[in-house]
């Protein structure tokens, strides 16, 4: 006899799976983030002069708000699209 297989659902964002996949869209978004941060400092001059006059704290500053700014957004994004991945399965 037979055994039915059950339809594999993919994983949502409780299972490890689910935070792993999370994990990469925020880390993904990090990455963007930096690279947008470096592109701006280096095509727009009057960003890096206040750099310079902020000293190392701003700089810092500056690039952590970036980075945190995109990998929030690539994180809510990534929830977004596990979401909808889990209602069209």
């Known amino acids: ?4 297989k059950s339809p ?7 299972s490890p799976t689910g935070a792993i ?3 990469t869209q925020a880390m ?3 990455a963007f983030g930096l ?3 470096l592109a701006l400092i280096l095509a727009n001059p009057a960003v890096a002069e206040l750099l310079n006059h902020g000293g190392r704290a701003a700089a810092f500053v500056f690039v ?6 995109f990998a ?4 809510l994004t990534g929830v977004v699209f596990i979401l909808n991945e889990n209602k069209e399965s």
């Open 8 to 14: 594999e659902k993919s994983p949502s964002l409780v």
């Open 64 to 69: 952590g708000t970036m980075v945190t700014t």
């Open 21 to 23: 996949r999370l994990m």
């Open 72 to 75: 929030i957004g690539a994180a």
């Open 1 to 4: 006899m037979r055994t039915k």
């Open 28 to 30: 993904m978004g990090a």
């Open 35 to 37: 690279a947008f941060t």
